[in-house]
């Protein structure tokens, strides 16, 4: 975070961090209790700092984003686990040779299926790479509008949407979480842009609070999640309207069967106006664009 000046007669936090390790050792200046309360990690770390933590988690992000001028984001989702084509070539080749030294097994039969699937998503890594790099370089020509690239950090469509803003040579940003589990952002990030986050509830509200609009690629459950969270944000008119777009209609209508939902009467006929499909990038940047250019008076002829 860039340093800012001092303009207050009163001394700043870190002089005073400085200022309190000044001091006569004794029984009381060795008490946890005589830590300032700002720097005193155990302290910050209870569970009844959880709201302070909540609202640090809210404001470091926030604060980053005004100092890099942030204004406007594209928000894309999807399938971590839906790589480039050569790295899904040479997942389904391992898998197939597991199988052949394991023919009578179930589970590696599975594997090789999923493996041939996901190698079929794979043309979604190089859609979400070309969108991403086609809006960044939009975003670079005086349309009026920051259309910063935004992810959930990770890798697979993520990692595919930050490459391409680095390519175009844009900043990007991801948004990361803790997990259990050994996980790292993506090396496309700008890197001042690249956050961690404790609480997926404070994570999703910066996915949206400048979002233009999001782009949903097949994914798996953090992907349901994020979308389902938007498409009910608009349905109830928590958040402003902004194009949903579901990348690939064969994936969606088998995984999501809205016009049930529609028929059963538990969405309104309306509700499918909140989404639509799209399979190429270039049809998902113009009609970002063309959102865009209405929001801000311009022309969306740049692509």
């Not at 900043?171 to 997926?200: D, R, W």
Request: glycine share 6%.
């Amino acid at each position: 975070m860039a340093d800012k000046k001092h303009h207050t007669c009163f001394p700043s936090a870190t002089e005073d961090v400085g200022h309190s390790r000044r001091f006569i050792e004794n029984d009381q200046t060795k008490s946890p209790s005589y830590k300032l309360a700002y720097n005193d990690r155990d302290f910050m770390m209870r569970d009844e700092l959880r709201p302070v933590r909540l609202q640090l988690e809210l404001l470091k992000p926030e604060l980053l984003q005004q100092e890099h001028d942030i204004r406007a984001t594209v928000v894309i989702f999807g399938g971590t686990r839906v790589p480039e084509e050569s790295v899904a070539r040479e997942r389904l080749a391992e898998a197939e040779n597991q199988a052949k030294e394991s023919p009578e097994s179930e589970f590696h039969r599975r594997q090789v299926k999923a493996a041939q699937r996901v190698l079929a998503k794979s043309r979604y890594y190089e859609e979400a790479r070309k969108l991403a790099r086609q809006l960044s370089e939009v975003s670079h020509v005086g349309m009026g509008c920051d259309l910063v690239v935004l992810t959930g950090g990770g890798p697979g469509i993520m990692e595919a949407a930050n490459r391409g803003a680095h390519e175009a040579g844009a900043k990007s940003m991801g948004l990361n979480i803790v997990l259990p589990h050994e996980q790292a952002p993506n090396p496309y990030i700008t890197p001042e842009l690249c956050f961690q986050f404790h609480y997926f509830s404070i994570r999703k509200m910066h996915f949206l609070m400048r979002a233009h609009a999001l782009v949903a690629f097949p994914g798996g459950f953090g992907t349901m999640d994020e979308l389902f969270e938007t498409l009910t944000l608009i349905q109830t008119k928590k958040i402003k309207p902004l194009p949903v777009l579901l990348f690939g209609r064969e994936f969606w209508e088998k995984v999501i069967d809205f016009d049930f939902l529609m028929e059963e009467g538990v969405i309104a006929p309306d509700d499918l106006n909140i989404f639509q499909y799209v399979e190429t990038a270039e049809e998902a940047a113009r009609i970002i664009l063309a959102h865009n250019a209405d929001k801000s008076g311009n022309s969306a002829d740049a692509l």
